[in-house]
């Protein structure tokens, strides 16, 4: 079945310690996002990605990095920057942005990052 | 961005229609409305969405007003398993997500 892949699932990062979330799409869809999810609140773009080896800043980039090598693939790396990293994490996809700007964004099931 | 404004919580009885306010007073002329819903520690799922016109699909339909000033979200007939959170969004290019309504479908 076609879709989007989070994982792992549930990870746990010492302080100090930058830890990657894996997320692949075989929806064969452009564009890429990140997301961050405190608990009781909508959510939050970190990165998006509409074409491979491009990507731009969300309204919470910082103590983020992500990469865009494969059209497939779009990993996010919390660094130890992110002073607050405890939190659910969902990347989305769509088809690109600009031309249908009207498709939806699909979302997989999450990573919770938790402080150890 | 336009933004959303959702009732916090709702509750409907089994079986009956479930029928979710949302509105977006500000919306401009090309900014779409999209309706998803969130059950507990699962990502997002997209419902429908909509410009001017009322759609509907398997899962749900949506009325939007003439001045596109607000839309209703109709479940025809909720089960327990459409308790969820659902978010009422409109956009032009990235989601802003809001902090929905919690709808609880009630035996």
């Known amino acids: 079945d076609g879709g989007i892949t989070q994982s792992p699932k549930y990870l746990f990062r010492k302080e100090g310690q930058n830890v990657t979330l894996s997320c692949e799409q075989n929806l064969n869809h452009d564009a890429m996002y990140w997301y961050r999810q405190d608990p009781g609140q909508g959510l939050r773009l970190i990165y998006y990605?509409?074409?491979?080896?491009?990507?731009q800043k969300g309204d919470i980039a910082e103590g983020y990095s992500v990469s865009r090598e494969k059209k497939e693939s779009f990993p996010l790396t919390v660094t130890s920057a992110q002073k607050n990293p405890t939190a659910f994490y969902l990347c989305a996809s769509s088809i690109k942005q600009g031309v249908y700007s009207n498709q939806p964004q699909h979302f997989g099931d999450g990573t919770r990052l938790s402080i150890l | 961005d336009a933004k959303t404004t959702q009732p916090p919580s709702m509750d409907c009885a089994e079986g009956r229609a479930a029928n979710l306010p949302c509105n977006h007073s500000t919306i401009s002329g090309n900014e779409y409305v999209y309706w998803y819903r969130q059950i507990h520690s699962q990502g997002p799922q997209y419902i429908i969405h909509?410009?001017?016109n009322n759609e509907t699909n398997e899962m749900a339909s949506l009325i939007i007003t003439e001045d596109r000033k607000s839309s209703t979200l109709i479940l025809p007939h909720a089960t327990l398993r459409d308790t969820a959170v659902y978010y009422c969004?409109?956009?032009?290019?990235?989601?802003?997500f809001g902090a929905g309504t919690r709808l609880t479908v009630k035996p």
């Open positions: 909509g410009l001017k």
């Open positions: 969004i409109v956009r032009v290019r990235d989601m802003r």
């Open positions: 990605s509409q074409i491979v080896n491009d990507f």
